[in-house]
T-cell receptor, first 108, second 117 residues
Framework: GQQVMQIPQYQHVQEGEDFTTYCNSS?????IQWYKQRPGGHPVFLIQ?????EVKKQKRLTFQFGEAKKNSSLHITATQTTDVGTYFC????????FGAGTRLTVKP | DAGVIQSPRHEVTEMGQEVTLRCKPI?????LFWYRQTMMRGLELLIY????????DSGMPEDRFSAKMPNASFSTLKIQPSEPRDSAVYFC???????????????FGPGTRLTVL
């Protein structure tokens, strides 16, 4: 069945450094969604990518969908302490599967 | 809309007891998902419904777990009997199908933190 792998599992950065998390699917996806979960909170939708090679930006966050629609990345430029949390990708084909998430911690 | 509503927010019970978790999805959403989250296993999809019908329950751990959706505005996840390894945060989420195919974003409830002693 469809599997969604996400790396790294953890990332600790100094405030101001960049951060990237990667998502890879074993099958071609129709779309991919990204979510953020703050400590003690619930996952909250960030964005959905649908088109091959699509790139979307939200302020310091850049989301990419691979040409083959099997991988995606989320890049945060100049991290801030408010970026702390776990970032999940969720790949959709016949159903939707979440990656394991990347937990980001930011040292002030 | 108040968003996805889950109850209780916290549940502490003893091993062997029955536990029932409740979820009210967002009105108009025709998909409902139950997830379990632990440090060790991350976010796991347990089961999801479309128009109140269970579509995929392959993530349900074992026969001790059951889920129902008697109508469009209510779902339950029941664990009977509960065991300490069931301790986790259980999330309910709802969504709706897009006209171009696929699902819209999932809206998660605040979760139920279950502790089984």
């Amino acid at each position: 069945g469809q599997q969604v792998m996400q790396i790294p599992q953890y990332q600790h950065v100094q405030e101001g450094e960049d951060f990237t998390t990667y998502c890879n699917s074993s099958t071609t996806l129709s779309n991919i969604q990204w979510y953020k979960q703050r400590p003690g909170g619930h996952p909250v939708f960030l964005i959905q990518l649908v088109k091959s090679g699509e790139v979307k930006k939200q302020k310091r966050l850049t989301f990419q969908f691979g040409e083959a629609k099997k991988n995606s990345s989320l890049h945060i430029t100049a991290t801030q302490t408010t970026d702390v949390g776990t970032y999940f990708c969720a790949g959709q084909n016949n159903d939707m599967r979440f990656g394991a998430g990347t937990r980001l911690t930011v040292k002030p | 809309d108040a968003g996805v509503i889950q109850s209780p927010r916290h549940e502490v019970t003893e091993m062997g007891q029955e536990v029932t978790l409740r979820c009210k999805p967002i009105s108009g959403h025709d998909y409902l998902f139950w997830y379990r989250q632990t440090m060790m296993r991350g976010l796991e999809l347990l089961i999801y419904f479309n128009n109140n019908v269970p579509i995929d329950d392959s993530g349900m751990p074992e026969d001790r777990f059951s889920a129902k959706m008697p109508n469009a505005s209510f779902s339950t996840l029941k664990i009977q009997p509960s065991e300490p390894r069931d301790s986790a945060v259980y999330f309910c989420a709802s969504s709706f199908a897009l006209s171009r195919g696929g699902l819209n974003e999932q809206f998660f409830g605040p979760g139920t933190r279950l502790t089984v002693l």
